[in-house]
């Protein structure tokens, strides 16, 4: 089945590391994906890991999948305001599309 | 290289009209998906097209329908509008597979008054 679970709200201070955490039930995942939603705009596709890696990094993101107990998460260094957003974690199996998370509210403060 | 593109950005519509929603994908990317947000629900699977074939379609009333032209655009309708069909719908292209690295358009917001 396909049920994706994260937290709804993190809040985080400028410069400091936000860790978002998601997880899924679909061991047949194949690929796990972390997108950003701005307000009044659609989803952009920030990272993505292969269901058969441990971890990836880009540039200030690094995605850490641990495929035993089901479980994803998104670190985002050095928070900036440019980083408030809601983030939604996804996965994919092989029916042609993605069952998201609800999505965590990302607030940055000064 | 353009992005999805979703037209119109609004929309707003009365109960029981027909509404049709216009998607661009990627140049060069064949799959298309559509999905539902709303407050409530979240994100939800419509269905997904590839080569003018639906191979996926989510849990929605036959109401809903889509297509695919040969130069991979798309459209969705949606007939006999509901209050609850107020939504933000998202169009999503991939090279090849629904899923599977989906970019997304900004969406089309839909009010049914």
């Known amino acids: 089945g396909e049920d994706v679970e994260q937290s709804l709200f993190l809040s985080v201070r400028e410069g400091d590391s936000s860790v978002i955490n998601c997880t899924y039930t679909?061991?047949?995942?194949?690929?796990l994906y972390w997108y950003k939603q701005e307000p009044g705009a659609g989803l952009q596709l920030l990272t993505y890991?292969?269901?058969?890696?441990d971890m990836k990094q880009d540039q200030r993101l690094t995605v850490l999948l641990n495929k035993k107990d089901k479980h994803l998460s998104l670190r985002i260094a050095d928070t900036q305001t440019g980083d408030s957003a809601i983030y939604f974690c996804?996965?994919?199996?092989?029916?042609?599309?993605?069952?998201f998370g609800a999505g965590t509210t990302v607030t940055v403060r000064a | 290289k353009a992005g999805v593109t979703q037209t119109p950005r609004y929309l707003i519509k009365t109960r029981g009209q027909q509404v049709t929603l216009s998607c661009s994908p990627i140049?060069?990317?064949?799959?298309v998906s559509w999905y539902q947000q709303t407050p409530g629900q979240g994100l939800q699977f419509l269905f997904e097209?590839?080569?003018?074939?639906?191979?996926n379609k989510g849990n929605f009333p036959g109401r809903f329908s889509g297509r695919q032209f040969s130069n991979s655009r798309s459209e969705m309708n949606v007939s006999t509008l509901e209050l609850g069909d107020s939504a933000l719908y998202l169009c999503?292209?991939?090279?090849?597979?629904?899923?599977?690295?989906?970019?997304f358009g900004s969406g089309t917001q839909l009010s049914v008054l």
């Open positions: 999503a292209s991939s090279l090849e597979k629904g899923g599977e690295k989906l970019f």
């Open positions: 097209y590839f080569s003018e074939t639906q191979r």
């Open positions: 140049s060069g990317h064949r799959s």
């Open positions: 679909d061991s047949s995942s194949t690929y």
């Open positions: 996804a996965e994919s199996t092989n029916d042609y599309k993605l069952s």
């Open positions: 890991i292969f269901s058969n890696m």
